[in-house]
């Protein structure tokens, strides 16, 4: 319900929005139940990032918390006071530290999410969702991300598994290829293509 509140929202106001991580992958699931999720991700983009921010901050002015706009790859804003309705606008999806890497990326997320291609129905409206073609790099470099700080979680390696799966069901050879090649230049310039193709093991 907050998912598709905040979105609708956010149309209103003429922002194109896109569910990103959690709960948008959760529905790729046999059953969604399978896969847990915490707070609700939306990529607005660097251009409505702000905008996006402040009209959170006004409809929910009675917010528990929220951290400051100016500030990170994005605005979280936590609704109670225990934690259970958090929401996170991201103005990228992340960040990379090498700077030509992090240009490869962006150019990625910009093409395959602005706008989004797929959708999902989130409380009887559609809501966009990235496509599995940026899933299958995205949701690695996320869980990469994980694993070098905090841990990574089986659940990460398991939404990695199913976007590879639907990303090579969906596209055609042609498109393939194409994919394959951009992203082992991006995994090149971030010199993760080992840890790419060990992660691959392991989902085997």
Request: charged residues 20%; aromatic residues 10%.
């Given at each position: ?45 660097e251009a409505n990032y702000h905008r996006a ?147 691959g093991h392991i989902l085997v």
């Open positions: 319900h907050l998912t598709a509140e905040v979105i609708q929202l956010l149309m209103q106001h003429q922002i194109p929005a896109t569910l990103i991580k959690g709960y948008s992958l959760s529905a790729r699931y046999p059953d969604p139940d399978m896969r847990q999720y915490g707070d609700v991700d939306i990529y607005v983009g921010a402040e009209i959170l901050t006004q409809t929910y002015a009675n917010a528990y918390w929220h951290s400051d706009i100016r500030g990170g790859i994005h605005y979280s804003i936590v609704l109670d006071e225990h934690i259970d309705r958090v929401v996170e606008l991201h103005r990228v999806t992340m960040e990379l530290a090498d700077r030509r890497a992090n240009q490869l990326f962006q150019a990625f997320t910009q093409r395959y999410l602005e706008p989004a291609s797929c959708s999902i129905e989130v409380c009887g409206r559609r809501v966009s969702v990235p496509p599995a073609a940026y899933n299958g790099l995205y949701v690695f470099m996320h869980a990469w991300h994980h694993f070098e700080s905090t841990g990574v979680g089986l659940r990460q390696l398991g939404d990695w598994a199913l976007c590879l799966k639907l990303a090579h069901e969906q596209a055609t050879p042609t498109e393939r290829l194409a994919l394959r090649n951009e992203i082992d230049q991006i995994l090149t310039a971030l010199h993760l293509k080992t840890a790419w193709q060990t992660f």
